[in-house]
């Protein structure tokens, strides 16, 4: 374990600064002179062998171990520790002296824990439906400063790619298909592509704070964990292969193809598809995480916020308090109906139908959150977590290569945005003729129109494309049906007295208020979806043991 030189007290690294400093005596060192001075006394005390040992790269650490969930922190200080950062368990971890192989480097806490906890008072300021437990101060100060292992795949290339592409043209009355060959020798290679090597760490977090910058990595040397932690890993290698020989693809795709290229029809995918690499090697790196675990008030749950500690990129999973949701969402409502009334009058029928485009709006919603639960229940968005079970592996590389092939055939088939533009005015005028015959005005035409058109671009952005190609994969009907059913019957009534058109108003005002009943209970599925995305299930990782060869 690593103590003051001079007086053996605790040693604290400054996080920005490249120094560690006693808390007693108040001497600073640098990691490197702390690595050396152990190196030297360690030699000092050692007799000669009677053989030459084989050099092992290896440090002393204390592994942490919760007793009710297995999750399991290393740290180089002898300090009990009393809550578990994985479940958020209130309990004295267990520990247990190991040996540890060294990471290849580390990259050093930057940001000080009073800024982390600074950035994550901010985001929660203005989270408004969060549980105000999330917003204690004892719950603030369980943030912990952990190295989490990450692979770190260097990609080479050294080989030729020979790609076909195709134009379409019009002259006169026929179109002309014209063919071609594009023929281009890659030399070079990608370094840096980081994915996290710990299980208990989820992918969609590890993503969300990414990405650092490894320039800034030094070599590693026990010291810079004084005062911090770190996580043992358990994920191999050889999982995100694939995922490291795509993200190299896209980034020679983007710096390779240019205008004259595109002019004969040849896309970033068309390169990424032809990429193959020559040699991929892996390093083990520690990165800097402050993390934090806030258990529901059932206890049965837990939610996570992480921050970069190199950047101070922020990601928290904000649950929504339900009361919270049902005070803001009446406050909110009131002015909104007054703004309603005083631009459009509000007939029956417009009544209907804005309840209608709402109640598809919450369908649309709903059914976008369900197959996001699945997913997640499934495994199917953390690789890491999944590689744990080969046939779950197996089952998210299907669905992974079924979402690269659908992108590139649509970008065979170019961008969106005309056809988005084109239905979008032609949405404009079908809503003006609903205006005019249905509620008997432009002005209703054109808000129909504009509600349309708003959730149509919601969907758009969200259903843009990020780095890494997300499973997309849908529920089984079986698991939506019973919150999709309510916004149905909603607007099936709302059709059918439009189909009748009986005289009696109060059709249309009974209609509609089914209809919004309805389209509430589904808004509050929609918060349990939330709620169950932004929660998770308390881990159980089991204790993973002390095997030196892991990380």
């Known amino acids: 374990m690593f103590k003051c030189p001079n007086c053996g007290g605790e040693l604290e690294y400054l996080p920005g600064t490249e120094i560690i400093k006693c808390a007693y005596c108040d001497s600073k060192f640098t990691p490197e002179e702390l690595g050396i001075r152990r190196e030297v006394v360690a030699d000092e005390h050692k007799p000669e062998p009677a053989y030459e040992e084989p050099v092992r790269e290896e440090f ?38 190991v040996k540890l192989k060294k ?28 549980p105000s437990s999330m917003k204690k101060d004892t719950q603030i100060k369980k943030f912990r400063g952990i190295y989490m292992p990450y ?37 070079g290679s990608v370094n840096g592509i980081a994915f996290d090597a710990s299980s208990v760490f989820s992918d969609e977090l590890s993503g969300a704070i990414a990405p650092y910058d490894i320039s800034e990595a030094r070599e590693f040397t026990p010291a810079y964990i004084s005062s911090f932690y770190a996580d043992q890993g358990d994920v191999d290698a050889g999982v995100y292969i694939e995922d490291a020989n795509f993200a190299a ?8 193809v240019d205008s004259n290229m595109r002019n004969v029809g040849m896309t970033e995918s068309d390169v990424i598809s032809a990429f193959t690499s020559t040699k991929i090697d892996e390093k083990i790196g520690y990165y800097p995480v402050w993390f934090l675990a806030a258990r529901n008030k059932k206890q049965d749950r837990v939610s996570y916020a992480v921050i970069n500690g190199q950047t101070g990129k922020l990601a928290v999973d904000l649950p929504v308090d ?26 029956p ?18 059914n976008t959150m369900l197959n996001t639960v699945y997913r997640r229940k499934g495994m199917l968005d953390d690789i890491g977590l999944a590689s744990k079970d080969s046939k779950k592996t197996a089952e998210i590389k299907k669905y992974r290569d079924k979402a690269r092939a659908a992108a590139r055939a649509a970008s065979k088939k170019g961008t ?53 190609i997300n499973v997309k994969v849908a529920a089984p009907f079986k698991d939506k049906i ?26 249309y005002y009974g209609a509609a208020i089914v209809a919004i009943i309805l389209a509430a209970w589904t808004v509050f599925d929609i918060i349990k979806a939330h709620n169950q995305l932004t929660t998770r299930t308390l881990p159980q990782f089991g204790k993973r043991g002390g095997d030196e060869n892991a990380y």
């Open 60 to 97: 002393d650490a204390t592994a942490y171990i919760c007793p009710q969930c297995g999750g399991e922190i290393l740290s180089t200080q002898e300090a009990a520790v009393t809550f578990c950062s994985y479940c958020g368990s209130q309990v004295t971890l267990q520990s247990r002296l």
């Open 103 to 130: 990471p290849d480097y580390i990259i050093p806490f930057k940001i000080p824990e009073d800024e982390c906890k600074k950035a994550y008072i901010r985001r929660l300021r203005g989270a408004i439906f969060a």
């Open 151 to 187: 692979w770190v795949y260097d990609v080479k290339s050294g080989s030729s790619l020979s790609i076909k592409s195709h134009t379409d043209r019009r002259s006169g009355n026929y179109i002309i298909h014209d063919n071609y060959r594009t023929t281009m020798d890659l030399e």
């Open 249 to 256: 693809g896209e980034a020679i795709a983007k710096s390779v």
């Open 322 to 347: 339900f009361l919270k949701y049902i005070i803001g969402a009446l406050i909110i409502a009131v002015p909104i109906f007054v703004v309603l009334t005083m631009f459009v009058t509000m007939t």
């Open 349 to 366: 029928k417009i009544l209907a139908i804005i309840v209608v485009l709402l109640s598809l709006l919450a369908l649309l919603v709903a």
């Open 416 to 468: 969106s945005a005309g056809a988005f533009i084109a239905t979008t005015v032609f949405t404009f005028f079908i809503m003006m003729s609903v205006g005019v015959t249905v509620v008997g005005s432009f002005l209703g035409g054109f808000v129909l129109w504009g509600v349309i058109t708003i959730v149509r671009l919601i969907f758009q952005i969200a259903s843009q494309s990020s780095r890494n």
């Open 482 to 507: 019973g919150t999709m059913w309510k916004c149905c019957v909603g607007m099936v009534l709302c059709g059918a007295v439009f189909i009748l058109n009986p005289i009696e108003d109060f059709l």
